[in-house]
């Protein structure tokens, strides 16, 4: 049998995979792209060329022999990036793993231990295959040695043997290190002849052979130029060679015998993707999850044709199958069910006709584990059953573990723990008009194989949860809003379709108004929602000044737009024109799109596991993000109306939350006095910032103190807050440094989270939610940056984003302690919208305030405001 060894030069490939590949990193924070492209070279490299030998070469350091000769040698090089730095280690890891053989000496380079390896491996009769991202192993080339350099990253490589190195550069694979001796090489910082290029050299070893030869007959070189440097720059000649020449003789502690290679370790490689999150190299591994696995690859369905007592132990897993991807009035299509007595498909029409499986649903004591809590609550309190017992939400919790993938799928989240037999909705019901039920068959195989799943998976979750102290996070907060916010979806918000369709003639004529009024100051007419006619409107013939530019033409993008105002009249307009425009296809059309003809109202869907944050968002419809800059977009809110007659909707909401949470987190002495004392804190902060007394703060003065304090909690820029503020970058940066002279603790408190999620991978708010922020030791400045800021608002945001969520679940249980028929519709960021009769108004002013001033305890006090009327406009 031929024997064939692959030579790999490790920091090479290393440094081609890590700038090959995007950043990625796994749950962790721990970056992975090198590991990763390694990874897959090294799989390609073992199917294509199914090696009998392999070794892994590294550099030992960064001082190597040739330093003795030239003591810049590679100086200059960056320095490696910690990105990288941190993936060598698991690149060490994935070789031992794979048992592939790795080395490294002390004085010596990777390329000289390859060099000297292959030359043992041909003597020996050996067919070598060395594998870099560096064009100096081609001096290694013969007939028994091939060298594979890869381009484009990892994937593609270029292979050179003799011939390949002929038609190239038409010289031998000796001559290599005579061009690079003549030529240098800046990557290693090897000088060779200054004006000597490469293709200078190979004209000139075409002509002399070698570096040697050529250097005794310089007087035949034509060009008086050349020959000057060639004779100024003989000895940097010779030793440029002597640097470039890999050195075949490193005394090494083994030999080519003993690098056989006999395939991975199968458990050690199943165990490293698995903590590196490599789910489809796991794949391709033919893993296919723990002792699970062999559990749903041989399930036992059993289809259920009457529910009985037997089936219903706890705990169960519980799949509550739904046709539609909004949940809302979806068909229930089948339910599956998972626990120690068996794995049941219970078909929809079985299921809501059983008495026994409806009332098991309603227990409190039946315990039940699902996937995505809220969306099987909902579901089925449109069918009139009040599920109970949920008490572990797989889908919450691989949220909680890694709030970067928003993971709505239980296909991909089961993956993640290396159960790869669950195939997503769309591979068996289809995508948009094409999307139909199945086979029964087919359908309860599907239904079960994910209740198998979720069964099995809540062990691993729950461990994961536990480790990271995260465990009261979900089964304290983020289980009990789920349901709170299942009855909102559930209760809905009326809204009046006579007062939008009112609006929205209102707003037509307005638009036809502000239409007329551009077109005027324009001195022509043009299709106003084309940035391309617009662009010309504004730059060429207004002659407004160029802000950007795109591949198409000129940006007129907000901001661009925003940079304008008082460029000319027309800004104004052009401002108010898109935002009506917003208003009525997003908000008067797109609402009356989503009212239930059922029951005149809409439904928003809260997203519980979106942000990384931990704040709520809504969509369908997006009741989050109504534009309030216009009149016409506060109006909106006059549509939502109580759904009793004689109801009045309540409103309440937290006073600077987030700056009162930046206090207690800083433990900043001047805004925890601030606001223990009930000072206007944009007041306090101008008396500090600009050295005056309260009686000569001016409007503006805290106009800027308010842009300041919230654009802290944000981690604003100079340039972010000069935008804000219409100052220059400087005066913008003067302000922020007088802040945080006055508000010593904020400025800790900035340097020291930073520093802290530098150090960890992540950063986390008062109640243990985390946010990993593998960007933060990025070379990217821009990167880097938004990490930093990200790292100081996080702790914030996130903090009076699990405060607000406190109050809702402590809210919904005084509302049913009271016995009050009041209903809570919505959270709206730092606000809380109920609807309640006339006669409990009074006391819904005493308790909502009272409740939601001690959600947590902070070092300052909670402060909510609150306000009450016939509509949501109205409860201001």
Avoid: C
Avoid at 213 to 227: H, M, N, R, Y
């Amino acid at each position: 049998m031929s024997k064939k060894l692959i030579l790999i030069d490790g920091n090479s490939i290393a440094y081609r995979a890590f700038f090959a590949l995007p950043l990625l990193n796994n749950d962790k924070g721990i970056h992975t792209n090198a590991v990763y492209g390694f990874t897959m070279m090294l799989m390609r490299i073992i199917e294509e060329e199914k090696p009998t030998h392999m070794l892994v070469a590294f550099d030992a350091g960064k001082t190597t022999f040739r330093h003795k000769t030239f003591t810049e040698y590679k100086g200059g090089r960056q320095k490696t990036p910690p990105e990288l730095s941190e993936q060598f280690p698991f690149i060490r890891e994935l070789l031992d793993a794979y048992q592939v053989k790795r080395y490294e000496i002390e004085n010596y380079e990777a390329d000289d231990i390859i060099g000297t390896l292959s030359l043992q491996a041909e003597k020996d009769g050996f067919e070598v295959k060395v594998i870099s991202g560096d064009k100096d192993l081609l001096q290694l080339v013969s007939d028994r040695v091939t060298v594979d350099i890869t381009r484009k990253g990892i994937t593609e490589v270029d292979s050179y043997d003799p011939a390949a190195i002929d038609e190239k550069y038409g010289i031998t694979p000796d001559q290599i290190i005579d061009m690079k001796g003549l030529m240098g090489d800046s990557s290693d910082n090897i000088p060779g002849v200054p004006g000597v290029g490469e293709k200078t050299a190979l004209k000139l070893l075409k002509e002399h052979e070698t570096v040697e030869k050529l250097l005794t007959a310089i007087d035949q070189v034509s060009g008086k130029k050349l020959k000057e440097k060639l004779e100024e720059f003989k000895d940097q000649a010779l030793m440029s060679k002597e640097l470039a020449t890999i050195f075949r003789e490193v005394p090494m502690e083994m030999a080519v015998t003993d690098l056989a290679y006999e395939g991975y370790d199968v458990d050690r490689l199943t165990a490293l993707f698995k903590e590196l999150g490599f789910n489809t190299l796991l794949e391709k591994l033919g893993y296919e999850g723990e002792t699970v696995s062999e559990e749903l690859e041989n399930l036992d369905v059993t289809t259920v044709e009457e529910v009985t007592e037997d089936m219903l132990v706890s705990p169960s897993a519980l799949i509550v199958e739904l046709f539609d991807e909004n949940y809302h009035h979806s068909d229930i299509i089948g339910f599956g069910l998972a626990n120690e007595s068996g794995e049941y498909f219970i078909p929809a029409s079985v299921g809501l006709q059983s008495d026994v499986f409806v009332q098991w649903l309603e227990d409190q004591q039946a315990e039940k584990v699902v996937f995505d809590a809220k969306r099987s609550v909902v579901a089925l309190k449109w069918k009139n059953i009040d599920i109970k017992g949920i008490n572990f939400d797989i889908l919450m919790a691989s949220y909680l573990l890694n709030p970067a993938d928003s993971n709505e799928d239980l296909s991909t989240v089961a993956r993640t723990k290396g159960y790869s037999q669950v195939q997503t909705d769309e591979a068996v019901y289809g995508k948009g008009a094409k999307r139909k039920v199945p086979e029964e068959g087919d359908l309860a195989e599907h239904i079960v194989r994910k209740a198998v799943a979720v069964y099995h998976l809540k062990d691993a979750f729950y461990e994961g949860l536990k480790e990271n102290e995260q465990l009261d996070l979900l089964m304290e907060l983020e289980l009990p809003l789920s349901l709170v916010l299942a009855d909102m979806e559930a209760q809905g918000v009326r809204v009046d379709r006579n007062k939008l369709n009112d609006m929205g003639v209102d707003i037509k004529k307005r638009l036809e108004e502000i239409e007329q009024r551009i077109y005027e100051l324009a001195g022509t007419e043009f299709n106003i929602n084309s940035p391309k006619q617009l662009g010309v409107v504004l730059f060429e013939q207004l002659q407004l000044p160029v802000v950007k530019k795109t591949k198409t033409g000129y940006s007129t993008s907000a901001d661009v737009l925003e940079q304008l105002q008082g460029a000319h009249e027309i800004i104004p307009y052009i401002l108010d024109y898109r935002q009506l425009g917003k208003l009525q296809s997003t908000y008067i059309e797109g609402l009356k799109k989503v009212i239930y003809e059922e029951t005149d109202k809409v439904h928003t869907r809260f997203n519980q596991t979106l942000t990384q944050t931990g704040r709520l968002s809504s969509t369908d419809p997006n009741l989050q993000n109504i534009p309030i800059r216009l009149e016409e977009g506060r109006k909106i809110r006059q549509a939502f109306v109580p759904s009793e007659p004689d109801w009045i909707m309540f409103a309440a909401d937290y006073s600077q939350i987030e700056l009162r949470v930046l206090a207690h987190i800083a433990q900043d002495k001047e805004l925890i006095d601030a606001f223990q004392h009930d000072l206007d804190i944009h007041t306090k902060t101008a008396m500090d910032v600009f050295h005056v007394e309260k009686e000569d703060v001016t409007s503006n003065m805290r106009r800027q103190a308010k842009a300041v304090n919230f654009g802290i909690v944000y981690g604003i820029s100079d340039y972010g807050l000069s935008q804000n503020l219409g100052i220059t970058r400087k005066e913008a940066g003067k302000f922020i440094d007088r802040y945080l002279e006055s508000f010593t603790g904020v400025k800790e408190y900035m340097e020291d989270i930073v520093h802290d999620a530098k150090s960890k991978g992540y950063v986390t708010t008062l109640l243990n939610r985390r946010r990993y922020l593998p960007e933060i030791t990025s070379r990217n400045f821009n990167l880097r940056s938004f990490a930093e800021r990200t790292a100081m608002n996080t702790p914030i945001q996130g903090t009076a984003a699990d405060i607000i969520k406190k109050a809702m679940i402590a809210m919904s249980e005084r509302l049913e302690k009271e016995g009050m028929k009041a209903r809570l519709l919505l959270q709206v960021h730092d606000e809380l919208i109920f609807e309640a009769p006339q006669e409990e108004i009074e006391k819904l002013q005493e308790i909502v305030p009272d409740v939601m001033e001690n959600a947590l305890q902070l070092d300052v006090p909670l402060k909510v405001d609150y306000a009450y009327g016939p509509t949501w406009f109205d409860a201001k």
